[in-house]
């Protein structure tokens, strides 16, 4: 199936085009990246604008492949995301008490039976064990035997508005939806390995306008939440600090930046002329340093005070592991260590389970911010080969149009 990664993010749209085979093998067809307008902090605040900039980037894959177009997956990645815990609870119900495929549709779905909202609505459902007559720590209860069966669930809902926003938005730029994903576990999919999870291990995922974190352990995820601050909450710091344009100061912090200010000497000086025609002053280093190390330092204690709440500050013995667009801020590893009292590392996608063919080259793919695209095709890869635990949202092109009939003027 020709499908399309789609992750639209605050300041740009990423993009991978591959091929996924039935058996999960995934072929890679090409890549794009492409400047966003309309989005804020991770949602669809200006549809219009939103659409027209998918507008540009889908012309660029329909050169690459035109049916892709009709099978996206999107990632959710606002700040609206709730994760709660759930549990159901049903009778086997075969004679001979064996636990068949129906069994277990059955009781995840009596774990979905939870008071959300209307205005809400379930993006996934991820299974963390199966009890059966009380018996736990269960992953795969097909063909035991027993009375009663009961399985703990993770429930992620997302605020209905701001996901049919996005659908809307991609469906006015001539694209079909077949999945959506939360932008964390997406990102963790592609950067975080097996042996991490059961050792415990957390996941940053460092966006412009949003820092998502997700928690494992056990291989069990054990807690999730994006904040509505990222790298980009810096670039505003800058602008205000060195009375500069917005996209001076991201070049500022993309070229001179660091997140850890000791060890710069304040005598080292930027000339802000060599970048703005507008500006013929000289500013320290040191001190832009010091902008950016405060504001990332303060997303880090947001991160820390959620590990508070769940029990785990300090207490993850794999770490952290930060991916995402703010990734490639320099130091940014060593002020998190510093921050989380845990050891941390910059994550890439895995590469090692997507095709290339030969005389092809996708070296931009081996950066952090493409992780959520590589997850997303990772999952759906999973999906295929029936390896997965969890089912995203499967919204086909009927259910879509009338899905966005029903919630939109």
Same mark, same amino acid.
């Given at each position: 199936?020709?499908?399309?990664?789609?992750?639209i993010?605050?300041s /740009?749209?990423?993009?991978i085009?591959?091929?996924?085979?039935g058996?999960?093998?995934?072929?890679?067809?090409?890549?794009?990246k492409?400047?966003?307008?309309? &989005?804020?902090?991770?949602?669809?605040?200006?549809v %219009?604008?939103v659409?027209d900039? #998918?507008?540009k980037a889908?012309?660029?894959i329909?050169?690459?492949?035109?049916?892709?177009?009709?099978?996206?997956?999107?990632?959710?990645?606002?700040?609206?995301?709730?994760?709660q815990?759930s549990?159901?609870?049903?009778?086997?119900?075969?004679?001979?008490? @064996?636990?068949?495929?129906?069994d277990?549709?059955?009781?995840v779905?009596?774990?979905?039976s939870?008071?959300?909202?209307?205005?809400?609505m379930?993006?996934?459902? #991820?299974?963390?064990?199966?009890?059966? %007559?009380?018996?736990?720590?269960?992953?795969?209860?097909l063909? &035991?035997?027993?009375?009663?069966?009961e399985?703990?669930?993770l429930?992620?809902?997302?605020?209905?508005?701001?996901? #049919?926003?996005?659908?809307?938005?991609? @469906?006015?730029?001539?694209?079909?939806?077949e999945?959506l994903?939360y932008s964390?576990?997406?990102?963790?999919?592609?950067?975080?390995?097996?042996?991490?999870?059961?050792l415990?291990? &957390?996941?940053?995922?460092?966006?412009?306008?949003?820092?998502?974190?997700?928690?494992?352990?056990?291989?069990?995820?054990?807690a999730?939440?994006?904040?509505?601050?990222?790298?980009?909450?810096?670039?505003?710091? #800058?602008a205000?600090?060195?009375k500069?344009?917005?996209?001076?100061?991201?070049?500022?912090k993309?070229s001179?930046?660091?997140?850890?200010s000791?060890?710069?000497?304040?005598?080292?000086?930027?000339n802000?002329?060599?970048?703005?025609?507008?500006? %013929?002053?000289?500013?320290?280093?040191?001190?832009?340093?010091?902008?950016?190390?405060?504001?990332?330092?303060?997303?880090?204690?947001?991160?820390?005070? @959620?590990?508070?709440?769940?029990?785990k500050?300090?207490?993850?013995?794999?770490?952290?592991?930060i991916?995402?667009?703010?990734?490639?801020?320099?130091?940014?590893?060593?002020?998190a /260590?510093?921050?989380?009292?845990?050891?941390?590392?910059?994550?890439?996608p895995?590469?090692?389970?997507?095709?290339?063919?030969e005389?092809?080259?996708?070296?931009?793919?081996?950066?952090?911010e493409f992780?959520?695209?590589?997850?997303m095709?990772?999952? @759906?890869?999973d999906?295929?080969?029936?390896?997965?635990?969890w089912?995203?949202?499967?919204?086909?092109?009927?259910?879509l149009?009338?899905?966005?009939k029903?919630?939109?003027?």
């Amino acid at each position: 199936m020709q499908t399309v990664a789609l992750d639209i993010g605050t300041s /740009k749209i990423k993009a991978i085009i591959a091929d996924i085979k039935g058996d999960g093998r995934i072929e890679l067809k090409g890549v794009i990246k492409t400047p966003v307008s309309g &989005m804020r902090k991770g949602e669809a605040a200006n549809v %219009d604008d939103v659409v027209d900039s #998918l507008k540009k980037a889908f012309e660029e894959i329909r050169q690459i492949s035109k049916p892709a177009l009709k099978n996206i997956l999107v990632n959710v990645g606002g700040a609206n995301v709730k994760v709660q815990n759930s549990k159901g609870i049903v009778a086997v119900s075969r004679a001979d008490s @064996e636990i068949y495929s129906e069994d277990v549709d059955r009781v995840v779905k009596a774990s979905q039976s939870v008071n959300i909202g209307l205005n809400r609505m379930i993006l996934h459902t #991820l299974t963390k064990e199966f009890l059966v %007559d009380g018996i736990g720590d269960i992953s795969d209860p097909l063909g &035991m035997t027993g009375n009663r069966l009961e399985v703990n669930s993770l429930i992620i809902d997302a605020f209905r508005p701001a996901v #049919l926003n996005v659908m809307k938005s991609v @469906e006015e730029a001539g694209g079909k939806i077949e999945s959506l994903f939360y932008s964390p576990l997406a990102s963790a999919r592609a950067v975080l390995t097996k042996a991490q999870k059961e050792l415990g291990v &957390m996941a940053i995922d460092l966006g412009f306008g949003t820092a998502g974190m997700c928690v494992y352990e056990e291989g069990k995820l054990e807690a999730a939440k994006v904040f509505p601050v990222g790298s980009g909450n810096a670039t505003n710091d #800058l602008a205000i600090g060195l009375k500069c344009p917005i996209d001076v100061a991201e070049t500022i912090k993309t070229s001179f930046g660091s997140a850890a200010s000791k060890g710069i000497s304040g005598k080292e000086k930027i000339n802000l002329g060599e970048i703005s025609e507008d500006s %013929d002053s000289n500013v320290s280093r040191r001190f832009i340093s010091e902008i950016i190390e405060i504001r990332l330092a303060e997303i880090f204690e947001f991160i820390d005070n @959620e590990l508070k709440l769940i029990g785990k500050s300090g207490r993850l013995p794999a770490g952290a592991v930060i991916t995402g667009g703010g990734a490639k801020m320099p130091e940014l590893a060593e002020l998190a /260590k510093r921050e989380l009292k845990i050891p941390v590392q910059t994550g890439v996608p895995d590469l090692s389970k997507l095709e290339i063919k030969e005389g092809e080259s996708f070296l931009n793919l081996e950066d952090p911010e493409f992780s959520a695209s590589v997850g997303m095709l990772l999952w @759906e890869g999973d999906q295929r080969a029936k390896e997965s635990d969890w089912s995203p949202v499967q919204l086909k092109t009927g259910k879509l149009s009338r899905l966005l009939k029903s919630f939109l003027p």
